[in-house]
């Protein structure tokens, strides 16, 4: 029986341990989408306690604590920062299966050289620990990045933003690139006229103009655009329950927005066109930059209308959505297809019952121009996890080519997170040396090394180019 997260955890083969020790382990991070706050990198703060880096904002342990029986007021209430740590302890011997076991364990062995198990009788040790090492100069969140060797970090980022900390972050010179990536949800979000209108108001005051109609709005969102590319942006970003690629014409976007901008309530059908409509902009001031596009597709979010009222958003009652993606994703990538005006983009698939389609719809509009122009990206979110990871690489092995995937990201919000590129590594370099041993694949360590290093980190260097980026 093998050790708990020993050196070769999750690696079932001689050849897969060989595959992750001597090929994938070392290599750095190119971590180009997670939702790291950049002022928290700008400021190079040190977290006061492990409450802080660890628990506050992370939906994952909340849903978990919830399931488990804890009183809101020792996850997002007020308690202690202890008594919440102390309550996610308890949590932690009842998540086994859960990949919160492992990534919870992999961070406290990573981060602080812990190789105890939580629980509630290692948790006051443990939490000492941690908080006395989080008070040194080495638990800096710049120090924390770059000790696990990322060299790219992406985060995500509002129109609105002026980009200053990283700006900032730039001046300072740290050897980390924090790049900002493009995400302009809001300015599409015609569902609800008051948030929208609350959007265009912000903009005009960043823009230092009127926005009174269709045409001055998109100026003022292009200018941002343009904003976002001189401070060193290559990518945007956006998390759609599906792609909007509905027939319309510019009158009729117009009309809409006036419509809008009265606040009056729009029908179903004119939600989806101004979605449509924004969707096709964003996406031409894309290819003209040379950006890369990526859309997170399949959330149902804010499904416990209370809990949203009294927490707000992203707090933990988002949940996998069973919409019908095929048709419009097609129309929507064949109509810039056909323009000519299709980015290089990555699709994250948040329904695993949708994994072939998205797969196979990549497949669709690679145009022998870039390696693995179309992604289907690495799986997100709740498939976020060794079942997931496994599910979205066999798909897209089956129906594509793997070995120019671009790899994982952290999709996170927590400093301590990098240790998910090592679970994808391991789980990747598993895959391989399982199939060498079967006889299904050569034993070919030279070559298959290669890709397992592709994979895992130059064909995201390739594909986003971040050198370029100065």
Not at 45 to 53: G, K, M, V
Not at 105 to 124: D, V
Not at 392 to 400: A, D, F, H, I, V
Not at 441 to 469: H, R, S
Request: glycine share 6%; hydrophobic share 35%.
């Amino acid at each position: 029986m093998k050790d708990f997260l020993n050196e070769d955890f999750l690696l079932e083969t001689k050849t897969a341990q060989r595959l992750y020790h001597e090929y994938a382990a070392g290599l750095p991070i190119i971590d180009y989408h997670c939702h790291l706050p950049p002022d928290e990198i700008a400021n190079d703060i040190n977290f006061d306690n492990l409450t802080r880096i660890w628990l506050f904002g992370d939906h994952y342990k909340c849903r978990a604590m919830r399931a488990n029986g804890v009183n809101e007021a020792y996850i997002t209430g007020n308690k202690s920062d202890w008594e919440k740590f102390e309550a996610w302890a308890a949590t932690v011997p009842y998540t086994l299966r859960n990949p919160l076991y492992h990534w919870t364990h992999l961070e406290l062995q990573r981060y602080f050289g812990i190789h105890e198990l939580l629980s509630p009788s290692t948790a006051k040790r443990i939490y000492d620990e941690c908080n006395e090492k989080l008070q040194s100069p080495e638990y800096s969140v710049r120090n924390l990045i770059k000790n696990r060797n990322v060299e790219v970090v992406c985060t995500t980022d509002s129109p609105l933003d002026d980009l200053s900390f990283h700006k900032k972050i730039k001046l300072d010179g740290y050897n980390v690139k924090v790049l900002p990536t493009f995400r302009p949800d809001k300015a599409m979000q015609a569902e609800d006229t008051e948030a929208l209108n609350g959007f265009i108001d912000q903009l005009e005051d960043i823009a230092g103009s009127d926005i009174c109609d269709m045409d001055t709005y998109l100026d003022a969102l292009k200018r941002r655009h343009y904003y976002f590319a001189d401070n060193g942006c290559c990518l945007s970003d956006h998390g759609l329950e599906q792609l909007y690629a509905a027939n319309y014409t510019d009158h009729e976007i117009r009309t809409i927005f006036l419509k809008v901008k009265e606040e009056k309530a729009l029908s179903h059908d004119e939600v989806v066109k101004f979605k449509s409509a924004m969707l096709y902009h964003f996406s031409v001031w894309d290819h003209e930059k040379g950006w890369v596009q990526q859309y997170h597709l399949g959330a149902l979010r804010n499904n416990n209308t209370r809990a949203l009222s009294e927490l707000g958003p992203d707090t933990g009652y988002d949940s996998i959505g069973d919409f019908s993606q095929g048709r419009s994703l097609s129309k929507f990538m064949n109509r810039l297809e056909a323009e000519g005006k299709l980015s290089k983009t990555i699709l994250y698939n948040l329904n695993p019952a949708d994994n072939e389609l998205m797969a196979a719809m990549a497949g669709n509009f690679n145009d022998g121009s870039v390696a693995g122009k179309i992604q289907f990206g690495s799986a997100w979110w709740f498939l976020d996890q060794k079942d997931g990871m496994t599910k979205q690489l066999n798909t897209l092995s089956n129906m594509g080519l793997l070995s120019r995937m671009v790899g994982m990201l952290t999709d996170s919000r927590s400093f301590l997170s990098y240790p998910r590129h090592e679970y994808f590594r391991r789980i990747l370099c598993n895959l391989f040396g399982n199939d060498i041993e079967n006889g299904e694949l050569p034993n070919d360590m030279e070559w298959t090394g290669k890709i397992i290093q592709d994979i895992c980190c130059y064909n995201a260097k390739n594909y986003f180019d971040f050198d370029k980026v100065k």
